[in-house]
């Protein structure tokens, strides 16, 4: 059986484990968390979570688990089979991490965890997200899926990338990055509803203090 190592405060971690729920995987979970120790490196050289358990032996950065996934187990498709709509797909995931999820997370410590950010970097995160949102808003379709009719990974990154982006652009700068595409809007609310997300969401709030502790402890 799989193993799914990480956290469920991780929202990279949250993407994998929605895949695995979605296509009806059996699988384990098991507490980790990233770091430079021996015993975290040795299993994921960059000490980062997630990290999938295979009977081969271990598997990091979540676009490769998530690409493993669709192609050895069964169950409901997150990629298609063709080439070009899957490279179209595979490019909104990496759009919206690069563009959205990233200058987003520069901006993390002050948003959630009560510490302070640079006004420059602030500043560049904003105009970053801005452009980030508009490329998301032309090339993704919504209709009403991000790449169109069906669930894919690209909505898993919607999900758990553009979730803490659209937060940030609230507490920090007063903007709703959504509010011109009330199409995006609609699938967040849609994507909400579903039992296997709400499920996650109740995991997340459970690991939260423990996760929090976490973070002051580092401060």
């Known amino acids: 059986m799989l193993e799914l190592y ?3 405060v991780s929202n990279y971690y949250n993407m994998v484990k929605l895949a695995l729920l979605e ?3 059996p699988f384990q979970e098991v507490s980790f968390y990233g770091s430079q120790a021996p015993e975290v490196v040795a299993i994921s050289p960059r000490g980062k979570v997630p990290v ?32 070009y709509e899957r490279a179209q797909i595979l490019a909104l995931c990496r759009e919206i991490e690069l563009y959205i999820e990233l200058p987003a997370r520069a901006c993390y410590a002050e948003a959630f965890f009560g510490m302070s950010v640079a006004d420059a970097v602030k ?17 993704g379709k919504f209709s009403p899926y991000v790449a169109g009719d069906s669930l894919s990974i690209a909505d898993l990154y919607f999900l758990y990338s553009v979730s803490p982006a659209l937060q940030v652009g609230k507490k920090l700068f007063d903007i709703d990055l959504l509010a011109e595409l009330p199409a995006a809007q609609a699938l967040m609310e849609r994507l909400g509803q579903n039992p296997h997300v709400q499920r996650i969401a109740a995991d997340r709030d459970a690991g939260m203090p423990e996760f929090l502790a976490k973070v002051a402890a580092k401060k």
């Open 23 to 25: 296509k009806g995987v």
């Open 52 to 83: 999938l358990k295979t009977e081969r032996g271990f598997i990091s950065e979540t676009s490769v688990i998530l690409e493993y996934i669709e192609q050895t187990q069964q169950g409901k498709a997150l990629l298609p089979s063709d080439p």
């Open 6 to 8: 990480g956290f469920c």
């Open 123 to 139: 500043e560049k995160a904003k105009a970053e997200l801005l452009l980030g949102f508009a490329s998301l808003g032309r090339h």
